[in-house]
């Protein structure tokens, strides 16, 4: 289904007041209008926008939106009802399936909610995203309540509006005063959706309006979260020795499933703890054969996946390897670069170091080698 979205940018804000219409007030460094453009275009489905402007406007608005897919600029009329028809009129020659309406001062469109629409399209002509009305309502006359209005079955209508095309075009046809497109629909007798809509889909309407938009645009708070990790195999012959990632010339190896790499899967351990999705045998069991003989350095690319797939960040990583010998100073600079490269960091983030229990226990030994890791992420509050 091809969809074109009609951006309303015509009206002149005189409720919000200042020298310039609202959707071209400044928000977070760019004019309300381009933050609109971007909402429509962020969940896919809309093949291209189509301004509708104040006449003269055209040239202002098309470099609001430069590099944006979006078609000429067209000029509205003195009402949005006449503005939407130019919109629609602009389109006549090459029809899209759907058309969105949306209002240029509305600069966040919720994830989820342009699919919904145009998903239901497939049964409705329309479709609208709307808010059910939580407060009571008071109808008002020379300052004092008149009445108290049943707010049962009452919505706050937002947009964007989603139509298919011929049935808005139809409806325009037969237009009546209307303060939004749905209610052509309505006029004509066609059914339209009521979907959910959300509190954070505001329109700019009073100059207190920008405050609350700035905060909405604010990141969201990173926090700090640690995680620790530790491993232990014993040293066994005829096995390579694999540490943090970098193969060790030395007599022993490590025995495990994998390649028994303590450093990588301490690491993991702490990374999983961190996100708080238990450990490295969830996702890669030693009793399952794909694992056999694996290279850990894929068990570190998917915990560093972990971190990314919840919109955090490694803040740093330290391993500390735990054994008599080898010596690991000489491959500690190659370490810490394996374990950044595998985890997408810069090197300065990881730190690999090594000490020895001074002889004592497996370690001392020379049985095994052991290894600890903590980790901090910043992970979205």
């Not at 005189?14 to 400044?26: V, Y």
């Not at 949306?102 to 409705?124: E, N, S, V």
């Not at 075009?169 to 979907?195: F, I, K, N, Y």
């Not at 990588?264 to 702490?270: F, M, P, T, V």
Request: hydrophobic residues 50%; aromatic residues 4%.
């Amino acid at each position: 289904m091809r969809t074109i979205a009609l951006l309303m940018a015509a009206g002149g804000g005189s409720r919000f007041g200042g020298p310039i219409p609202k959707q071209f007030a400044p928000l977070a460094g760019q004019p309300v209008l381009r933050h609109a453009a971007q909402a429509l275009l962020r969940d896919g489905g809309v093949a291209a926008i189509l301004p509708v402007c104040a006449p003269g406007a055209e040239a202002m608005v098309a470099g609001i939106l430069a590099g944006l897919p979006c078609l000429p600029p067209v000029a509205g009329g003195a009402t949005r009802q006449a503005s939407v028809a130019a919109g629609l009129a602009a389109l006549a020659g090459d029809p899209p399936d759907a058309v969105l309406v949306h209002d240029g001062a509305r600069p966040f469109i919720p994830p989820g909610t342009i699919p919904a629409l145009l998903a239901a399209l497939a049964t409705h002509p329309g479709a609208i995203p709307a808010l059910a009305v939580a407060e009571t309502l008071k109808r008002g006359a020379g300052g004092l309540i008149d009445a108290t209005v049943d707010r049962q079955d009452l919505y706050r209508a937002q947009t964007p509006q989603a139509f298919r095309f011929p049935a808005l075009v139809a409806a325009q046809d037969d237009a009546v005063a209307a303060t939004d497109d749905a209610s052509l629909l309505e006029a004509a007798g066609m059914p339209v959706a009521l979907l959910p809509g959300h509190p954070d889909n505001v329109k700019l309407t009073w100059p207190e309006d920008l405050s609350r938009m700035e905060t909405l645009l604010r990141p969201a708070p990173m926090l700090p979260r640690v995680g620790t990790g530790f491993d232990v195999h014993r040293l066994v012959a005829g096995r390579p020795l694999v540490l943090c990632g970098v193969t060790i010339p030395h007599d022993l190896g490590l025995d495990g499933h994998s390649d028994a790499d303590v450093g990588l899967h301490a690491l993991c351990d702490a990374i999983y703890g961190a996100l708080g999705i238990g450990d490295i045998g969830r996702f890669f069991p030693p009793s399952e054969a794909e694992w056999k003989d694996a290279d850990s350095a894929r068990f570190l690319v998917h915990a560093a996946g972990c971190i990314a797939e919840r919109g955090g960040v490694l803040a740093n990583a330290d391993v500390t390897l735990i054994c008599e010998r080898p010596k690991i100073a000489p491959h500690a600079v190659a370490m810490q670069a394996r374990l950044a490269g595998l985890m997408g960091v810069a090197v300065t983030q990881v730190s690999v170091k090594a000490t020895t229990t001074e002889r004592l226990g497996f370690c001392g030994r020379g049985e095994g080698i052991a290894a600890q890791a903590a980790v901090m992420l910043l992970l979205p509050g």
